[in-house]
């Protein structure tokens, strides 16, 4: 599955768009700039998006992806 096939399927899930997910990790604190801040673990932000949002391990590591800045 693609990276951006993986972000849809969040957006369906969910009901949140990347850029919102991005907003929401911003207000936890997470990221800054459209990056993760220093000292952030990924293990952190990851099981955030599982238990809060409901996300598989995978789903969960592409939204980190996008929130640390990738985009494609």
Not at 11 to 28: I, N, R, V, W, Y
Not at 36 to 44: F, H, L, M, Q, S
């Amino acid at each position: 599955m693609s990276f951006i096939t993986y972000l849809k399927n969040i957006e369906e899930k969910t009901g949140l768009s990347p850029s919102e997910f991005e907003k929401l990790a911003e207000q936890k604190g997470f990221a800054e700039n459209g990056k993760i801040k220093a000292g952030v673990k990924a293990t952190e932000v990851i099981n955030w998006l599982k238990e809060s949002h409901s996300l598989g391990h995978g789903h969960a590591q592409a939204m980190y992806a996008y929130i640390n800045g990738k985009r494609s």
